[in-house]
């Protein structure tokens, strides 16, 4: 594949930047190809930095940044946590307050005793104690507790006091590169400007337009403070290459109804809006789905996607939905933040999975050469066992349960959680849990939320929940006001709407319904989102009626 004109003007780049990447202009290509770029003029000890926000996405940009082969040397390719935790807390958190009692383990605030819940919080409502917030931090460091909340507070608190950190980063790492940035908070955006301040260079990719998260206290005007940084050269990749010519139209207008159209014939956006509840829309899909995929010729049902807001919409739909199809619905083990709980969530990913490799098993947590022969020798035997139990029946499974932590003891010895061993063990012994990580078969749709579908692609998005109050999600003004009702976040919702309709490559369907369930579970009425008429908006959508008028000029 050869760079735009667009892509190479960042790849012959050799300083800060920010880039502001739109979805499909191929910016895992160009950070790829970036990294590929500086991996051969690295000397033997140095290495790069690669954030991306989810194991997933690390583990893609690993395999595309070394896809010829190229010497990882000492690069770091993972989540922003597991580099704070990992490169800054652990080595240097005991230069700073002593060496722990025991190993290391990461935990969710609401998992310690309610006395230290209560003053932790408190010290955090009171700004001018932080010192005594660190502190805090600092005895549960030296008990072997690293808060997951406050990983970012406490990576910088150490970056700041401790020469021995700054010495080991500038020495060992010569650029960071940090992916989504949009969704950073602000103890990831002060760290990546430290690291930069050590002479690193640092490079962001985002898009403003699809800040998501601000329920996790994430926004992207962190992203949009670079772009008017002197320290930063700001590039744009604006060319969608993946969408269709209409997708594009449309989702551009949804943010700009001023944008430049491009010529488009198909017009791929439909909307319906279904007479009743779930069953109802789950019977329309059933029964329109094969016109749907001949339509816009799509083969397998494993490339289209039905996207909701809410989780309780997706449970309803899989429960209705008779078209073959799978509910991606993470459990307590994929949603812990632990060393241990990710390392068992990927291994049964490889267990079901034959394109998922044992090395991103281990590599998302160590390097393979840095572990010793006898350990990779022991490594590969349990693969082999792990291999064994493939097709076997779901409850022979739970005596997996001992290879899985001998495979954790060896590649995250200081990181022993026991209650990751219980969710595992919990996941092994019931069957729902673990169809959950049988790969999407090519007949099978895949139901997810819109936050979860962040970052993929379909032929096909069917788009649920655009119902007025849910999508916007708005409530009562004042007084219980419904003539004036008031927005939760109206720009975050649009976000969200704007991801789900770029994910689809040839087409999306956008479905309201006369009947929606809210949060209480009470049946309201349900009527048409905002968003479907905004600015005009439905003029770039499929027409029957245009069609028909067409046809009839033609003749």
């Known amino acids: 594949m050869q760079p735009t004109k667009q892509q190479q003007l960042i790849l012959d780049h050799d300083g800060c930047a920010v880039v502001i990447a739109a979805p499909g202009s191929g910016k895992t290509f160009v950070i790829s190809n970036m990294i590929k770029q500086k991996l051969s003029k690295l000397s033997e000890h140095q290495g790069i930095i690669a954030i991306s926000y989810t194991n997933k996405a690390s583990n893609e940009l690993k395999h595309r940044s070394l896809s010829n082969g190229e010497n990882p040397r000492f690069s770091f390719f993972g989540t922003i946590d597991r580099f704070t935790i990992s490169d800054v807390i652990i080595p240097f958190g005991k230069h700073v307050f002593g060496i722990p009692a025991s190993s290391f383990r990461t935990v969710k605030l609401n998992e310690l005793s309610v006395e230290d819940v209560e003053e932790i919080k408190r010290l955090m409502i009171d700004r001018k104690v932080f010192n005594q917030m660190i502190e805090k931090l600092g005895r549960l460091f030296m008990n072997g507790i690293i808060l997951i909340e ?12 401790s020469q021995a950190c700054k010495a080991y980063l500038k020495a060992r790492y010569t650029h960071i590169y940090i992916d989504e940035y949009q969704d950073s908070g602000a103890e990831q955006h002060q760290l990546f400007l430290s690291i930069k301040n050590l002479g690193i260079k640092a ?4 898009d403003l337009n699809q800040s998501i998260y601000a329920f996790s206290n994430k926004d992207a005007k962190y992203l949009k403070e670079l772009t008017k940084n002197v320290d930063f050269k700001y590039f ?7 969408c269709a010519a209409g997708i594009i139209n449309y989702s551009n207008y949804l943010l700009n109804p001023k944008t430049e159209l491009i010529a488009d014939e198909d017009r791929p956006i439909i909307f319906t809006m279904i007479d009743g509840g779930n069953e109802e829309i789950a019977a329309w899909i059933d029964k329109f789905i094969e016109k749907l995929k001949e339509g816009f010729h799509i083969t397998d049902n494993n490339k289209i996607a039905i996207l909701t807001r809410y989780g309780r919409t997706a449970v309803a739909i899989d429960k209705t939905l008779t078209t073959p199809h799978r509910y991606s619905e993470s459990n307590e083990l ?5 060393v241990w709980a990710s390392i068992f969530s990927s291994l049964l990913s490889f267990l079901f999975d034959h394109n998922y490799r044992f090395i991103d098993v281990v590599e998302q947590v160590t390097e393979y050469n840095h572990l010793s022969k006898v350990e990779l020798k022991r490594l590969n035997q349990l693969k082999k066992s792990i291999e064994a139990f493939r097709g076997r029946p779901l409850k022979e499974l739970t005596a997996l349960k001992e290879t899985f932590c001998e495979v954790a003891k060896i590649i995250a010895l200081n990181s022993v959680h026991q209650d990751s061993v219980l969710l595992l063990n919990e996941v092994l012994n019931t069957p729902e849990m673990l169809e959950h990580y049988y790969p999407t078969a090519t007949n099978e749709i895949h139901i997810l939320t819109l936050h979860k579908s962040k970052g993929l692609e379909y032929d096909l998005i069917i788009h649920l929940d655009l119902h007025e109050w849910a999508l916007p999600a708005k409530r009562p003004g004042p007084g219980n006001d419904f003539n004036n009702p008031v927005f939760e976040n109206y720009q975050q919702d649009l976000n969200l709407h704007y991801v789900g309709v770029t994910r689809a490559r040839k087409a999306c369907v956008l479905i309201s319904s006369t009947k929606r369930v809210n949060n209480t579970a009470q049946v309201k009425k349900g009527s048409p989102s905002e968003f479907l008429s905004l600015n005009g908006i439905e003029k ?8 028909e008028g067409n046809a009839k000029n033609s003749s």
Do not use: C, W
């Open 236 to 242: 744009k990749l604006d060319k969608n290459h993946r």
């Open 334 to 338: 994929d949603k812990s933040m632990n």
């Open 540 to 547: 770039l959508r499929y027409s029957k009626k245009k069609e």
């Open 203 to 206: 490079i962001a990719v985002g």
């Open 150 to 161: 406050y990983v970012g507070l406490l990576a910088n608190y150490i970056f700041s006091v």
